[in-house]
């Protein structure tokens, strides 16, 4: 199946700074990439997608960015606030088989 | 207003003893997934359904089962769960061409 990398494991910023977190994955057959929150003891919920004909999509504070080629796509969050502390999952999906693989997560600490 | 329903919320089972974990939906999705998901670790993909098609992933256990009766049931069966079980186990649909999975609040089981 799909490998999907992701780092930082733990990031941790001061309020207002900005989040980048990063993820490569190893399937060309890749061409859907959601990110999900996931706080503690909830479930995952998407925050943002983007598809593979797409290179750069944003969300109000929330931006993703794709690179085909490199194979890696990046999540951006901006004006970073405590509510945003969470752990964040990327993930890739293949073709159109609907196969969600996920990275390892990061742990975003928002610090007032 | 749950749209992806898990039950029960905790289980406890001993080691060996078969148990049965439930997922309900009421998105009328065609897609539905099971994640195996341990502590500050990434869901890892158990199988999924796509209609009535069970698609098992290769590294899977063979003491993992799954029954779909219909479109709104799933459940996972655990044979006889081994204490490398114990996870939070996580239930999800989607619709097909990769759109966004919806997530249940997931089951944590405990084996002792």
């Known amino acids: 199946g799909e490998n999907v990398e992701q780092h930082p494991s733990t990031l941790s910023v001061q309020e207002g700074d900005s989040a980048v977190i990063k993820c490569t994955y190893s399937d060309s057959a890749s061409n859907y990439f959601p990110w999900y929150k996931q706080e503690l003891g909830k479930r995952p919920q998407l925050i943002i997608d983007?598809?593979?004909?797409?290179g750069e999509k944003k969300d109000q504070r929330i931006a993703v960015t794709l690179n085909k080629t490199a194979k890696h796509f990046s999540l951006h969050i901006t004006e970073t606030q405590p509510e945003d502390s969470a752990v964040y999952f990327c993930a890739a999906s293949i073709g159109n088989f609907n196969k969600f693989y996920f990275g390892s997560g990061t742990k975003l600490n928002v610090k007032p | 207003d749950a749209m992806v329903i898990q039950n029960p919320r905790y289980q406890v089972t001993q080691f060996g003893k078969p148990v049965t974990l439930s997922c309900s939906q009421t998105?009328?999705?065609?897609?539905m997934y099971w994640y195996q998901q341990k502590s500050s670790q990434a869901p890892k993909l158990l199988f999924h359904y796509y209609d009535k098609d069970f698609n098992n992933e290769a590294d899977t256990p063979d003491n993992f089962q799954s029954r779909r009766p219909n479109t709104s049931f799933c459940f996972l069966d655990i044979r006889s769960p081994g204490l490398g079980d114990a996870a939070m186990y996580l239930c999800?649909?989607?619709?097909?061409?990769?759109?966004?999975?919806?997530f249940g609040q997931g089951t944590r089981l405990t084996v002792v």
């Open positions: 998105l009328n999705h065609n897609v």
């Open positions: 983007i598809r593979s004909n797409v």
């Open positions: 999800a649909t989607s619709r097909s061409g990769n759109t966004e999975a919806f």
